[in-house]
């Protein structure tokens, strides 16, 4: 089989398939010398100077680092996510993995960008950093690799702007609509309106399970010490 003819559905693969291609790397130019401001019907999560929108899973104050702008994971605290619940959003955030390079594979610049806390967007320093393919920078996790790896090297920003699409319950908890997600890394796109077949996770790929229409936005510690900025959402109807 061509690599062009590998299937995209997860259906066809085991979670972390390592057989799965890996997508073509793409050059996406330099990273913009400073963040772009958000629009004015954005909601701000992330300005440059506090947290205090955030906070760990069980309500303490989040213990990740804000400094020069960013807020970095403090390896060991846990995640920490928005105080707010969202359902469809286009959301913005920047992130950089560490400047200097420790690890590698999953064990190298990883943290995690989970819509309502559930859907996760790999955030991994995939610049020639090889791993299995869903599991790569703007995968989504352990189901669909990115269309492309269009990583900057370590220590630049590195831009994801995601739009999500909520799944729908009925009032007996079965899924009548699938989450649905598209992500531009650094201006490319990386998904493509794909259909996520459950929750996110590691050799798992999980059922639906009903939960509310709003759900904070988490992001994950990885203990790699990832740094993010210019974090903002627009509500969609
Ligand atoms: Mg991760």
Redesign the pocket.
């Known amino acids: 089989m061509s690599t062009h003819a590998q299937p995209r559905d997860p259906v066809y693969w085991d979670v972390h398939d390592t057989t799965r291609t890996r997508p073509p790397v793409v050059d996406p130019g330099p990273a913009p010398a400073a963040p772009q401001p958000a629009p004015d019907d954005a909601t701000v999560l992330f300005d440059g100077d506090d947290l205090g929108g955030w906070e760990h899973p069980d309500g303490s104050s989040p213990e990740w680092v804000v400094r020069d702008g960013y807020f970095q994971v403090e390896p060991g605290t846990g995640a920490i996510q928005t105080t707010e619940g969202f359902g469809d959003v286009q959301l913005h955030i920047e992130w950089m993995s560490p400047p200097s390079i420790e690890g590698d594979g999953?064990g190298r610049g990883?943290?995690?960008v989970f819509l309502m806390g559930t859907y996760?967007v790999?955030?991994?320093d995939s610049y020639e950093n090889p791993t299995y393919a869903d599991?790569q920078a703007a995968a989504i996790?352990g189901q669909y690799p990115p269309l492309a790896n269009a990583m900057r090297p370590p220590g630049e920003w590195q831009v994801y702007d995601i739009i999500f699409r909520r799944p729908h319950f009925d009032d007996d908890g079965t899924v009548v609509k699938p989450a649905v997600l598209t992500v531009y890394h650094n201006g490319v796109l990386v998904q493509d309106h794909v259909e996520l077949t459950g929750p996110t996770g590691h050799y798992e790929r999980p059922p639906y399970e009903a939960h509310a229409a709003q759900l904070p936005l988490r992001l994950?510690d990885?203990s790699n010490p990832v740094r993010f900025r210019n974090v903002w959402v627009r509500e969609l109807e």
């Open positions: 999953q990883n943290s995690g996760e790999q955030v991994l599991g996790y994950q990885h």
